[in-house]
């Protein structure tokens, strides 16, 4: 998910915007007004719609956050698709975001047990109610298969409340994982956004190794963090297959020492380059993050015998795809692994690394096309077609 000047279109500008400070533009201390405006997705297949909602205010141990970005993500324009099961329409979209803390009653704390304030600049996990109490969350240790698993944005609606962040305020309900964004820019973080966690838990999944040769499929926001992800792990060389050419560019800029246009290959053409760049074995590691399922085959046929897959791009059923067992599979000795989400752990550690500076400043390199509250219809088409490498709204 090409390089604009100052302005692309109504309500899109490029660069970094601070958060406003307490008392500033955008922050109304104590919560005064008595509406506020968000933007909607009614039903799938409908535009975004534009409405007034009553002010929130929040229950003990809660908090408001007054959003300054939030996300466009590809899972955005899967929802307006309707690809996505269960979903409480209409609703807010927006699962990740950054803004300071407006309003807050009884106690909040971060993960060190820290009390947060009003005024604070924060993020927050956009997974909520994982219980901790199932087999999943503690036999198999994997809380992102939790039943009782809800997420802002995504599977609460509009009816469960201000829980996404295409809002002026974003009410972080009791149990909400919030995280201090002291020490890093907020345009940092976004480039993350959602990508960076998904990206560490798939990284995590492929368990890299030091110069081990790495293969992403696919250039968008995902797979840009796998790129950046893998070089932090020690990844020798890393490979990229993607497109349109503005993401070819920000793979390169993440750590890519190669990359090549899926657009202008066929998978033969794409199988013998990443043979020409690997002696003849194929990648080590390559990892899925196009969203495409028949990448899914091309990942395993672009391993080298007994490496490692990871599917991490399948977050929506994009339907089925053919395979060879033999051939592609168990000839191959290959380990397959899927990946699904991503935990407070992986939120917690992608925040961590881009408190680095340098170290974390390949993020920086990630183009912001930011629209206006009134134009997120706008953002989605933008992401939608691949304009933009991200795309964020800024109530």
């Known amino acids: 998910m090409p390089v604009f000047g100052s302005q692309f279109s109504n309500g899109?500008?490029?660069?970094?915007?601070?958060l406003d400070p307490p008392g500033g533009p955008g922050y109304a201390s104590g919560m005064n007004q008595t509406t506020v405006r968000a933007a909607v997705l009614p039903a799938p297949g409908e535009p975004v719609e534009i409405r007034e909602l009553p002010a929130p205010e929040p229950e003990p141990d809660s908090c408001l956050l007054r959003v300054t970005y939030s996300e466009v993500c590809g899972t955005d324009v899967h929802l307006q698709h309707g690809r996505l099961a269960g979903v409480p329409y209409p609703l807010i979209p927006g699962h990740v975001s950054a803004g300071t803390i407006e309003k807050l009653r009884g106690q909040v704390r971060d993960v060190e047990g820290r009390p947060l304030s009003e005024g604070q600049a924060?993020?927050?996990?956009?997974?909520?109610?994982?219980?901790?109490?199932?087999?999943?969350?503690?036999?198999?240790?994997?809380?992102?298969?939790?039943?009782?698993?809800?997420?802002?944005?995504?599977?609460?609606?509009?009816?469960?409340?201000?829980?996404?962040?295409?809002?002026e305020v974003v009410y972080l309900r009791p149990g909400t994982r919030?995280?201090?964004?002291?020490?890093?820019?907020?345009?940092?973080?976004?480039?993350?956004?959602?990508?960076?966690?998904?990206?560490?838990?798939?990284?995590?999944?492929?368990?890299?190794?030091?110069?081990?040769?790495?293969?992403?499929?696919?250039?968008?926001?995902?797979?840009l963090s796998a790129i950046g992800v893998c070089a932090a792990q020690g990844a020798g060389r890393i490979m990229a297959i993607g497109g349109p050419a503005n993401r070819l560019a920000a793979a390169g800029a993440m750590g890519a020492a190669h990359v090549l246009d899926v657009a202008a290959t066929t998978e033969r053409q794409r199988l013998e380059w990443v043979r020409e760049h690997t002696a003849g074995r194929g990648a080590d590691v390559v990892i899925e993050a196009t969203g495409s399922p028949p990448a899914v085959v091309q990942a395993m046929r672009f391993a080298r015998d007994a490496g490692r897959v990871v599917i991490v791009g399948q977050y929506t059923d994009c339907g089925e795809t053919a395979l060879n067992p033999h051939l592609d599979l168990n000839r191959k000795h290959l380990e397959v692994r899927g990946c699904w989400g991503c935990d407070f752990s992986h939120l917690h550690r992608g925040l961590e690394y881009l408190r680095h500076g340098?170290?974390?400043?390949?993020?920086?390199?990630?183009?912001?096309?930011?629209?206006?509250l009134a134009d997120a219809q706008k953002g989605l088409d933008a992401v939608a077609s691949g304009r933009v490498v991200k795309a964020l709204i800024r109530p």
């Open 12 to 18: 899109m500008h490029r660069g970094d915007h601070a």
């Open 122 to 167: 924060v993020t927050f996990l956009d997974v909520h109610k994982t219980c901790g109490r199932c087999w999943y969350c503690l036999v198999a240790k994997a809380s992102t298969r939790c039943p009782a698993r809800k997420v802002y944005g995504i599977t609460y609606g509009l009816a469960d409340g201000w829980a996404g962040g295409w809002c």
């Open 178 to 223: 919030v995280l201090p964004l002291e020490g890093v820019e907020p345009r940092r973080f976004m480039a993350g956004g959602c990508g960076l966690p998904t990206a560490v838990h798939a990284v995590e999944r492929a368990e890299i190794r030091l110069a081990d040769s790495v293969l992403v499929l696919g250039t968008g926001p995902v797979g």
């Open 358 to 372: 340098s170290l974390a400043s390949r993020w920086d390199s990630i183009e912001l096309a930011t629209f206006d």
